[in-house]
């Protein structure tokens, strides 16, 4: 188990990541500045393609046309070279020879290499060897299908290829450049030869990187200024809104004096005037339900209290009737009898309306102590014994042999059974083999339980939630046999509440209920979980 706990705990993120994501999350200005750039990068990036391909092709095709041109310019004069020489020049090779040393010359002052091979036939290649060329220039520099080309006579051609040349030192370039083709015809043997010109592109190469980098750097400020220029717009927008959230936290915190400041007239201000407009209507309906409560919880307390003078005079006046009721007639008996229940169930109505004034005004406390519930719940079943005897009901508790701790006030927690089990018997079964009460207490390392269960009527669906409300009845022509107020289970739920525990019920039709009580171990604690389930085990059985 803890080599599996400290495997999860390694494939969590870190903290600056958890920071990160939870900054990315609450912050609507960065997302509006991050989307921003990232639309803009892919406008910015999709408008330097396009220009840069503009510029790519511009250089080209002016380098295209210009080194075409000069080639045609190279073979013409080549051609007027040939011209001149001696008719009676019959050195093919020699003439060869002179020609290509003149272009080869020419070129390397000029900028660029030459290849002359031929005599040309169809199908023969520079690879069959023949051929003069510029010193270091690698053959196959020449793309094959610019030698295709010229198979048979043709005109002037180019096309892209790469240059590739061997230095002194045996190491091997390779740049890109345009090839361009003609044809001459040697007069010695009135057969044609093919000049090849290889133009490097470096130029080309260097203004293209330049324009390059040029739009980087452009881009890169463009989008640097884009950030900024959005964060600033967007800081307008969300600082107050952000001012907003604030004042509205501490307004739910209860500093309803809070206000926002109103500067212009624009739509934010408009929007801050109203939002304190609101902000004053709710502390004025606050203030007022604040003081309609004070003044109903004052209107019980002091109810309570004044009765309890009369009360006492007419208890005293009761009490002299019950001792001497075996004096009177029949019908008086009955009616001081009447009168005694209905005395004691008023005085038990005030005690709980004292205790529910006590929880509205906040003034309830705890005296803790450690707990036994499973003497709580022994206590209680003895305390309602001569209830459920009446009822013919029996109250089973089902526990541990060892102790179930929780530091709570046992003299709330002990109400609360007592409450949980009064209403149960009022509820159970009265005959067959479900007419009974089972108390079952359990506990674990953070929290000790009780739950009543019995097999009476059972809540109809969504009777759980209400069960607890103040004076609400399931059935409300059913009488109660303990004579309860109607406050118990809500004076049991506020005590509860006051532990930091639970207070649940289920209930099914015509398959009972069952009541728990969770409280945690040591005050203040937070429970996760009960030590027994909500929803009885019988029921889950017969549901699976």
């Given at each position: 188990m803890l080599h599996l706990r400290s495997s999860v705990g390694s494939r969590r993120p870190p903290d600056s990541l958890r920071r990160w994501f939870t900054f990315w999350r609450r912050s609507i200005q960065a997302r509006v500045v991050a989307s921003?750039?990232?639309?803009?990068?892919?406008?910015?990036?999709?408008?330097?393609w396009f220009l840069l391909q503009q510029t790519r092709d511009g250089l080209l095709e002016h380098r295209v046309d210009a080194v075409v041109a000069e080639a045609n310019d190279e073979t013409a004069e080549a051609r007027d070279l040939l011209e001149a020489a001696p008719g009676i020049d019959s050195d093919p090779f020699g003439q060869q020879r002179s020609l290509a040393g003149t272009l080869i010359q020419r070129g390397e002052t000029r900028g660029y290499s030459v290849v002359l091979v031929g005599p040309t036939r169809p199908g023969s290649r520079i690879a069959d060897g023949g051929a003069n060329?510029?010193?270091?220039?690698?053959?196959?520099?020449v793309p094959p299908a610019l030698e295709e080309h010229f198979d048979a006579e043709s005109s002037t051609a180019w096309t892209y290829t790469t240059i590739r040349r061997t230095g002194t030192d045996g190491t091997v370039s390779e740049r890109p450049g345009i090839a361009v083709g003609s044809q001459v015809q040697l007069p010695s043997d009135a057969a044609s030869y093919t000049l090849y010109y290889l133009f490097p592109l470096d130029e080309q190469e260097e203004t293209l990187a330049l324009v390059t980098r040029a739009l980087l750097?452009?881009?890169?400020?463009?989008?640097?200024?884009?950030?900024?220029?959005?964060?600033?717009?967007?800081?307008?927008?969300?600082?107050?809104?952000?001012?907003?959230?604030?004042?509205?936290?501490?307004?739910?915190?209860?500093?309803?004096?809070?206000?926002?400041?109103?500067?212009?007239?624009?739509d934010l201000a408009r929007l801050a005037t109203s939002f304190n407009q609101m902000a004053s209507n709710l502390q004025r309906q606050i203030r007022q339900l604040e003081e309609l409560s004070r003044v109903q919880r004052r209107f019980v307390s002091d109810v309570s209290h004044e009765l309890r003078t009369p009360l006492t005079t007419v208890r005293m006046a009761s009490d002299m009737l019950h001792d001497a009721r075996d004096g009177f007639d029949?019908?008086?008996?009955?009616?001081?009898?009447?009168?005694?229940?209905?005395?004691?169930?008023?005085e038990?109505?005030?005690?709980?309306?004292?205790?529910?004034?006590?929880?509205?005004?906040?003034?309830?406390?705890?005296?803790?102590?450690?707990?036994?519930?499973?003497?709580?719940a022994r206590r209680i079943v003895d305390v309602t014994r001569p209830l459920a005897d009446q009822r013919h009901v029996q109250v089973v508790v089902r526990a541990p042999d060892q102790a179930c701790l929780a530091e709570a006030d046992v003299r709330r927690v002990e109400r609360i059974v007592r409450n949980l089990v009064t209403n149960a018997i009022d509820h159970a079964a009265l005959d067959g083999p479900d007419a009974g009460i089972v108390i079952h207490v359990a506990g674990d390392e953070h929290a000790a339980a009780i739950a009543v269960r019995d097999h009476g009527v059972g809540l109809a669906p969504g009777e759980a939630s209400m069960v607890f409300n103040r004076f609400w009845r399931a059935d409300p022509a059913r009488a109660r046999t303990s004579g309860g107020t109607g406050l118990g289970l809500s004076i049991a739920l506020e005590d509860t509440h006051l532990h930091g525990g639970w207070l649940q019920a289920w209930g099914r039709p015509g398959e009972g209920a069952q009541f728990?009580?969770?409280?945690?171990?040591?005050?203040?604690?937070?429970?996760?979980?009960?030590?027994?389930?909500?929803v009885p085990g019988d029921v889950a059985e017969q549901v699976s």
């Open positions: 921003t750039l990232i639309l803009s990068a892919g406008v910015v990036s999709v408008v330097g060329r510029t010193r270091g220039l690698d053959t196959t520099s750097t452009a881009g890169g400020l463009l989008l640097v200024l884009v950030a900024g220029m959005t964060w600033l717009v967007t800081r307008q927008v969300v600082t107050p809104i952000r001012l907003a959230r604030q004042v509205a936290e501490r307004l739910a915190a209860g500093q309803l004096q809070e206000r926002l400041k109103v500067s212009g007239e624009d029949p019908a008086t008996a009955r009616a001081a009898e009447l009168l005694q229940t209905e005395l004691d169930r008023f038990t109505l005030l005690a709980d309306l004292l205790e529910i004034s006590r929880f509205d005004a906040g003034a309830a406390v705890l005296e803790l102590d450690d707990v036994n519930l499973v003497d709580v728990r009580l969770t409280l945690p171990r040591r005050a203040g604690g937070v429970l996760r979980h009960s030590p027994l389930p909500l």
